[in-house]
């Protein structure tokens, strides 16, 4: 459709427009067109923030303990080799006491690991904001809005697709996280494409195009 104050060519759901900034459903009272100078978009931002959209959380999730299997694949092979290595080689030079304590070592190492990357990392996916938190002694808490993302891609190695895990990357117009980088997110596709179809509706929602905000 087209605009009825510009004649600029809008999406059909779109409430205003990305141009000029009319309203384009016909009621006025929420937001009139801006009278003033200024960019027509920045004054669109702060019509659209007053509009009553209910927020609903879509995904939440974190580190996934599938993404570290490949380390335990490798811990379980460093550890028998270790064994067969002392066995037939330095049993009579090397005490076992020494290949245990090494073969604990790699095992609390890889655990402790675990256990970081889960607490460090949290992550919540609404309809208007991504929101993630790091931190576990000391928490912080960003968010990225819908309408700040500019691409949404994902990343897997050859063992990552067995295990269908795999890192997300968003990359945004937010001052401090212009790229951010989800590690271990198990069903990696689907969940790149929820969060890339959240910023596709979000821009269209606030009826801007999506090459141009």
């Keep these: 459709m087209h605009c009825p104050t510009c004649g600029t060519a809008v999406p059909d759901r779109a409430v205003f427009c990305h141009q000029c900034g009319a309203r384009l459903d016909g009621n006025d009272t929420a937001g009139a067109t ?3 100078g200024g960019d027509p978009k ?11 959209h209910a927020e609903t959380m879509l995904w939440s999730g974190g580190y996934s303990s599938r993404a570290m299997i490949g380390s335990w694949i490798g811990a379980i092979l460093a550890t028998v080799g270790l ?4 066995a037939l080689l330095v049993q ?7 290949v245990l304590a090494i073969v604990g070592i ?5 655990g402790l ?10 992550y919540e996916l609404t309809n208007l904001r991504f929101v993630h938190s ?4 000391r928490r912080v808490t960003d968010r990225i809005e819908a309408i700040d993302m500019d691409d949404v891609s994902y990343e897997q190695g050859i063992i990552e697709r067995i295990l269908n895990t795999g890192l997300i990357r968003i990359t945004s117009s ?24 959240v910023r596709h509706q979000e821009r269209l929602r606030r009826g801007l195009h999506i090459e141009a905000v």
């Excluded at 690991?113 to 949290?122: A, I, M, S």
Aim: net charge negative; glycine share 2%.
């Design 134 to 137: 790091t931190g576990i002694l």
């Design 34 to 36: 801006p009278t003033t």
């Design 42 to 52: 920045d004054w669109l931002r702060s019509a659209m923030s007053r509009e009553d």
């Design 92 to 98: 009579m030079t090397f005490p076992l006491q020494i």
């Design 106 to 110: 790699l095992w609390s190492f890889l």
């Design 174 to 197: 937010d001052r401090s996280h212009s790229e951010l980088s989800l590690n271990g997110i198990y069903d990696v596709q689907n969940v790149a494409n929820l969060i890339d179809n």
């Design 113 to 122: 690991l675990l256990v970081f990357r889960k607490l460090n990392h949290h």
């Design 83 to 86: 064994l067969v290595l002392w």
